[in-house]
């Protein structure tokens, strides 16, 4: 039998493979800054174009895509790139000592790590509409502060160009953004975690054009990476379970799975009854304790989600016998376990599986799936619990 690596040794792996580019994207930002700081006129305008380039494809692609929390955060991003500059045309070399710049260097990092806690949604919604709002009022009235900052000892210690305290105020917010990678790590939040703190070096060096260009650049650069892997994991995976979609299982029986194998089709009995009884909610939280139930299953296979109601699990080399065996043990592994919710309330289920196995008749995948499907539902009309060879 097949045993899995330990899940702490897969979760680290998983965090340095979402790490990996951002992190080399601020790498080559430090490198580049530190190398050829300043840059000559020419190459400063360049990158200035080439943020604002990259920052308007991956909004649309973030628009397109549906995905709220990192368009907010690349909103934030520019809007910041572009008070800077004009607060360098107002007030010259002497920019850093303003009102605005002391408030923007101190909202920033607040608005940043409430975006980056948000939980992630689709653009069109009555949240989304209040946070736009929002954000455009503390913009709107970052020049009118004069009053506050009158009453607040000015330091004179500056790091650079941000002042010390504020310094200190954004590594303080951004230590929860790091201890959350090590207990959620996703895309999403790996990816902001990073741009966050080339955002952060291009506040501190904004009194070099070579400085505030590099880092807002790789800023918007790593959050178009982050965009882009995030809408090929979504096409691949499943969001909620974080398990293979049914186009990666599609994808990978063309190209990865051997000649032999054989499909066991999973579907949690009665579901319908059971959305009426605790919602639709609490059902979505219930198919993940499923997933995770099966995964500790010691046995060698590959899990997809089929539909919203069934999953597939891939048994390389494996034949309808053995798969049918090992099937049964979970299904009755799932009926003896209880799952808890949070909220303390339990429920015990029971599922239905067909197994199937690919024979020389089977041109793909498809045929293999859809034949173990329809012997699925058959048999639903006639009794729920069971296992059944297609």
């Known amino acids: 039998m097949f045993i899995r690596p330990p899940e702490n040794i897969k979760y680290i792996f998983s965090t340095i493979k979402s790490s990996f580019l951002p992190a080399v994207v601020l790498f080559i930002g430090l490198i580049a800054f530190y190398a050829q700081n300043p840059y000559e006129a020419g190459v400063a305008v360049v990158l200035h174009y080439l ?36 607060l360098k045309m107002r007030y010259g070399e002497n920019y850093t000592s303003s009102t605005e710049f002391c408030c923007l260097c101190f909202i920033l990092p607040i608005n940043f790590v409430f975006l980056y806690f948000l939980p992630q949604s689709k653009l069109l919604t009555g949240r989304n509409t209040y946070l736009l709002l929002g954000l455009l009022a503390q913009t709107a009235l970052l020049s009118h502060l004069h009053s506050i900052f009158a009453f607040i000892p000015h330091v004179d210690i500056t790091l650079e160009a941000i002042p010390l305290w504020a310094c200190v105020f954004w590594i303080v917010l951004l230590a929860p953004l790091a201890i959350n990678i090590s207990f959620k790590n996703t895309i999403v939040n790996t990816g902001l975690f990073y741009a966050v703190a080339s955002l952060f070096m291009g506040i501190v060096y904004s009194n070099s054009p070579s400085g505030l260009t590099t880092f807002f650049l790789g800023f918007a650069l790593i959050l178009l990476c982050v965009t882009v892997l995030n809408l090929y994991r979504s096409f691949n995976y499943d969001e909620l379970e974080n398990v293979g979609s049914k186009i990666a299982y599609m994808n990978h029986a063309n190209s990865k799975f051997p000649f032999k194998y054989t499909i066991a089709l999973f579907s949690i009995d009665n579901r319908d009854k059971l959305i009426g009884a605790i919602g639709e909610a609490q059902c979505k939280v219930l198919d993940q304790m499923v997933v995770n139930r099966i995964l500790e299953m010691p046995y060698n296979f590959s899990i997809y989600r089929y539909n919203e109601s069934e999953l597939i699990l891939v048994f390389k080399n494996e034949d309808a016998r053995h798969v049918k065996e090992f099937a049964d043990n979970i299904r009755r592994n799932i009926a003896a376990a209880e799952f808890v919710f949070a909220s303390r309330k339990s429920v ?43």
Not at 66 to 76: M, Y
Not at 354 to 383: G, I, M
Request: glycine residues 2%.
């Open 51 to 86: 943020f604002f380039l990259v920052a308007a494809a991956n909004i649309t692609l973030l628009c397109v895509s549906n995905q709220s929390k990192p368009l907010f955060s690349l909103l934030l991003g520019v809007v910041s790139y572009i008070i800077i500059n004009q």
């Open 348 to 390: 015990k289920i029971t599922i239905s599986v067909c197994v199937s196995e690919k024979t020389r008749k089977d041109l793909d995948a498809s045929e293999v799936t859809e034949r173990t499907h329809n012997a699925l539902q058959k048999n639903y009309r006639f009794n729920c619990n069971i296992i059944t060879v297609a």
